[in-house]
């Protein structure tokens, strides 16, 4: 499974956009990226997964360039429930092993 | 749905006793996964199954951990028996199989071994 790589802590404001950047420099062809939101004393939550270029949801929108080795999560306007630990993974296609890194922790500010 | 339900949510025992955590995966799904979480390691993938077949168990400690899955709605982790290392948050979720890996959480079950 390719390692990821992001950074450790991120400060915002409420209402601003938030770009977090996740390197997996050894994707491979059938991998996907994956991004789960975990708040204090529950269980990670699926946020958004891609394969390439970008998707969006409701919630977030996922830029994925033409070589895959990074992507970005954006949260467009957070508020400070977003206040969370945000985990970007790199799932092989049938997404059995997971492997969680550390996480980026991200404090919303009033 | 209710989700994924874990018991019991707190668990407290003593060194040597055994500890049973149960699950019950999300009607429908056909793959769970238990995971230990703890500060100084994150969130760690124990076991996962897949139609209630162990498929890798490769993330599970030492011996003193079980795992079983004797139906499509229900599985157990045992530790037995139980050390004060093992204190973590425990949590399983469950997926349906069909590529791409979302997994449903549930909230956890918090064991403190003294």
């Known amino acids: 499974l390719a390692k990821t790589t992001q950074p450790i802590s991120m400060d915002s404001y409420e209402g601003q956009e938030v770009n977090i950047t996740c390197s997996h420099n050894?994707?491979?062809?059938?991998?996907?990226i994956t991004w789960y939101q975990q708040f204090p004393s529950q269980g990670p939550r699926f946020i958004i997964q891609g394969y390439k270029t970008k998707v969006t949801n409701e919630v977030a929108s996922l830029f994925i360039p033409a070589d895959r080795k990074s992507s970005t999560l954006s949260l467009p306007r957070v508020s400070l429930s977003d206040t969370a630990v945000y985990y970007c993974?790199?799932?092989?296609?049938?997404?059995?092993?997971?492997?969680f890194g550390a996480g980026t922790r991200l404090f919303v500010k009033a | 749905d209710a989700g994924v339900i874990q018991s019991p949510r707190h668990e407290v025992t003593e060194m040597g006793q055994e500890v049973t955590l149960r699950c019950k995966p999300i009607s429908g799904h056909n793959s769970l996964f238990w995971y230990r979480q703890t500060m100084m390691r994150g969130l760690e993938l124990l076991i996962y199954?897949?139609?209630?077949?162990?498929?890798?168990d490769s993330g599970m400690p030492e011996d003193r951990f079980s795992a079983k899955m004797p139906n499509a709605s229900f599985s157990t982790l045992k530790i037995q028996p139980s050390e004060p290392r093992d204190s973590a948050v425990y949590f399983c979720a469950s997926s349906f199989y069909q590529g791409g890996g979302e997994q449903y959480f549930g909230p956890g079950t918090r064991l403190t071994v003294t």
């Open positions: 199954f897949n139609n209630n077949v162990p498929i890798d």
């Open positions: 050894n994707i491979a062809t059938n991998d996907y």
């Open positions: 993974l790199v799932v092989l296609s049938g997404g059995f092993k997971t492997i």
